[in-house]
């Protein structure tokens, strides 16, 4: 299979514990986005990375939100100290990234469903 | 911010009938992406617009980019139960953001 994989697909929790979701592009894909969705609404974009490099982060992710791509490959998302609030769908994306992101396809992973108790 | 509305949030029709969602930007688009999302699943891409007034067609789909690259529309011909799911646009002002809107779900009675 060479699509978007995350792992785990399903993590229940419980209230103030930490969390880290990962991540793997299609091999070739230069650029990786993170989004978070809840029922009944669109992927919320949260940040995204060109190789190695996080450019752009959205202000609505909050100091407890982290996320890395150490060798450009697959990333990862921690949360830290999770609310209830923070229980949703949290999809990655990877793109070929052409740098005119014209044309730009992304190709979204199953995604991993968070449950906050 | 950039802000994407669709609408309708929720279309029921019957099998045979067309079917029509809109998207609107609040700023100008560089471009707009279509996406369809069964129920269970994740998003998957259906077609990108980059040209101002464009129009693509693929089967019983057809996509329009608005002449000012603020609005788009996805029409479906003849719907088949196998179109149920939510239709999202997501548009880019900046490479390498895409805002969605909150999509449109359609179900097909048959």
């Known amino acids: 299979d060479t699509g978007v994989s995350q792992n785990p697909r399903h993590k229940i929790t419980k209230r103030g514990q930490n969390v880290t979701f990962r991540c793997d592009p299609i091999?070739?894909?230069?650029?990786l986005y993170w989004y978070r969705q809840t029922l009944g609404q669109g992927p919320e974009f949260l940040t995204y990375?060109?190789?190695?490099?996080?450019?752009?982060k959205s202000r609505l992710l909050s100091d407890r939100f982290s996320a890395e791509r150490p060798k450009g490959s697959f990333s990862t998302l921690e949360i830290q100290r999770t609310e209830q609030g923070d229980s949703a769908m949290y999809l990655c994306a990877s793109s070929l990234g052409s740098g005119l992101h014209v044309g730009d396809t992304q190709y979204f992973g199953p995604g991993t469903r968070l449950t906050v108790l | 911010g950039q802000q994407v509305m669709q609408i309708p949030q929720y279309q029921h029709v019957q099998e045979g009938e067309d079917f029509t969602t809109y998207c609107n930007s609040s700023?100008?688009?560089?471009?707009i992406q279509w996406y369809k999302q069964r129920p269970g699943g994740h998003p998957v891409f259906l077609i990108q617009?980059?040209?101002?007034?464009e129009v693509k067609k693929q089967k019983r789909l057809t996509f329009q980019f608005g002449e000012a690259k603020k609005n788009s529309s996805l029409h479906i011909t003849a719907t088949q139960t196998t179109d149920v799911g939510t239709y999202f646009c997501a548009g880019d002002t900046n490479a390498g953001k895409s805002t969605f809107g909150d999509g449109t779900t359609l179900t097909v009675k048959p």
């Open positions: 617009l980059v040209k101002s007034g």
């Open positions: 700023t100008t688009l560089s471009n």
């Open positions: 990375f060109q190789n190695e490099a996080q450019l752009e």
């Open positions: 091999s070739e894909h230069n650029r």
